[in-house]
């Protein structure tokens, strides 16, 4: 059974504060992805990495830098977090060249 | 920008009947289309995708393309309260950067 995980279900962080989302999946897929979902603005890409260490940006990589170091493990990174970036985030993988099947249960993050 | 245009919703309709949901995109390179259903408070699950024009089914389901006009529906026949779900149109040009729509909320009334 393919298991995507997110480090965190719920998290409350500080104006300023840099903070750390991290994707662990289980099944040796290529690819992983970060996307934001918000009322109305549905989900958005942010990064998405296709092999160790390669990364590319998706639509919205403003704010936001990522990390892959193993294979199995895509990080997020929050520099600087600011209440804008309040939102759901979701971690996706997927083999290269298959469908994005496989989502985290996701991190909702406030920023206060 | 590449975009996918859903309405909101939400869409109701009662127990049985079929329901019609639709999506539109802006990207005539787009070669895959995909739906995922998102229950509240879950992540999406992807329950059908479609790379041809014309109709794709799969059980109660039916995926129906329209490369010209551009537009990809998703038919639920005899809809059930268990279908009640926010329903996400995804196109990509290939399976890396998909781009979603905002998803359309369906209530199916007992």
């Known amino acids: 059974d393919v298991k995507v995980t997110q480090s965190s279900r719920y998290l409350v962080k500080r104006t300023g504060e840099k903070v750390f989302l991290e994707c662990v999946q289980d099944?040796?897929?290529?690819?992983m992805f970060w996307y934001r979902q918000d009322p109305g603005l549905g989900l958005r890409l942010i990064y998405f990495?296709?092999?160790?260490?390669?990364?590319e940006k998706g639509d919205i990589p403003e704010g936001y830098s990522v990390s892959r170091e193993k294979k199995e493990r895509f990080s997020l990174i929050l520099e600087s977090a600011s209440t804008n970036q309040t939102s759901m985030y979701l971690c996706?993988?997927?083999?290269?060249?298959?469908?994005?099947?496989?989502f985290g249960p996701g991190t909702r993050l406030l920023v206060l | 920008q590449k975009e996918v245009e859903q309405n909101s919703g939400p869409l109701s309709v009662p127990e049985g009947a079929i329901a019609s949901l639709n999506c539109t995109y802006s990207?005539?390179?787009?070669?895959?289309f995909f739906w995922y259903r998102q229950y509240s408070g879950k992540s999406p699950e992807l329950i059908m995708f479609?790379?041809?024009?014309g109709d794709k089914e799969d059980g109660r389901f039916t995926a129906q393309l329209n490369k010209a006009s551009q537009y990809v529906s998703l038919l639920i026949r005899d809809s059930q309260p268990s279908d009640s779900a926010t329903y996400l149109c995804?196109?990509?040009?290939?399976?890396?950067?998909?781009?979603f729509g905002i998803g359309t909320k369906l209530q199916v009334i007992p």
């Open positions: 990495s296709y092999d160790v260490k390669m990364k």
């Open positions: 996706a993988s997927s083999f290269s060249g298959q469908v994005t099947r496989y």
């Open positions: 099944m040796d897929h290529e690819n």
């Open positions: 995804a196109v990509s040009g290939g399976y890396q950067k998909v781009t």
């Open positions: 479609i790379y041809s024009n």
């Open positions: 990207d005539r390179g787009s070669q895959s």
